[in-house]
Antibody, heavy 124, light 113 residues
Framework: QITLKESGPMLVKPTQTLTLTCTFSGFSLTTLGVAVGWIRQPPGKALEWLGLIYWDDDKRYSPSLRTRLTITKGTSENQVVFTMTNVDPMDTATYYCAHRGRSGNTYHHFFDFWGQGTLVTVSS | DIVMTQSPDSLAVSLGERATINCKSSQSVLYNSNNKNYLAWYQQKPGQPPKLLIY???TRESGVPDRFSGSGSGTDFTLTIDSLQADDVAVYYCQQYSTTPFTFGPGTKVHIK
């Protein structure tokens, strides 16, 4: 069974760096085609795709946030780390990590398993 | 970026009636090479993460009730909920996974009339 869970600070000050960890189980990020994505959702608003990291360490980022985002594999094989620099109150949101969806024997860029999300508030 | 729009913003449906949600992409998400539409639908209930309902525009995810169906091709798509149940009250999002960034629609809120 695939599970994911986000962890990190609930409150971050403006201009600081936000670091979140996604700890997952039920799959390996070394398996061909597997990827973990990050999506956020400001309170009461829609989902925003942020980026993802693939099994081969390739990454894709949202162009609008590319300069501020970094996604890496964690020191543990079952972790992915998300970093956002120079945060602003507009970055206040629930941040989700999610597993790249599978159709038959291939993976595609929908998300079939999601973490519960972690609410991050940016405020001084 | 491919911009996703949804209509209506909000929808009130009586129990047992049909709900229809529309999603439009600013560019086609149909790949001619495999004739697949790179379009997914999610359901999000309050306080919960999104749940995948449909991918390839019309393929139901395992375990999703068959009252949920997806249709459409190219740039215009529809999610239909037949015989709405109280448990279907949620916000529904479409997502294109054709081209990065893999953008989501703004959501459609479904509630009971």
């Amino acid at each position: 069974q695939i599970t994911l869970k986000e962890s990190g600070p609930m409150l971050v000050k403006p201009t600081q760096t936000l670091t979140l960890t996604c700890t997952f189980s039920g799959f390996s990020l070394t398996t061909l085609g597997v990827a973990v994505g990050w999506i956020r959702q400001p309170p009461g608003k829609a989902l925003e795709w942020l980026g993802l990291i693939y099994w081969d360490d390739d990454k894709r980022y949202s162009p609008s946030l590319r300069t501020r985002l970094t996604i890496t594999k964690g020191t543990s094989e079952n972790q992915v780390v998300f970093t956002m620099t120079n945060v602003d109150p507009m970055d206040t949101a629930t941040y989700y990590c999610a597993h790249r969806g599978r159709s038959g024997n291939t993976y595609h860029h929908f998300f079939d398993f999601w973490g519960q999300g972690t609410l991050v508030t940016v405020s001084s | 970026d491919i911009v996703m729009t949804q209509s209506p913003d909000s929808l009130a449906v009586s129990l047992g009636e049909r709900a229809t949600i529309n999603c439009k992409s600013s560019q086609s998400v149909l790949y001619n090479s495999n004739n697949k539409n790179y379009l997914a639908w999610y359901q999000q209930k309050p306080g919960q993460p999104p749940k995948l309902l449909i991918y390839w525009a019309s393929t139901r995810e395992s375990g999703v009730p068959d009252r949920f169906s997806g249709s459409g091709s190219g740039t215009d798509f529809t999610l239909t909920i037949d015989s709405l149940q109280a448990d279907d009250v949620a916000v529904y999002y479409c997502q294109q996974y054709s081209t990065t960034p893999f953008t989501f629609g703004p959501g459609t809120k479904v509630h009971i009339k």
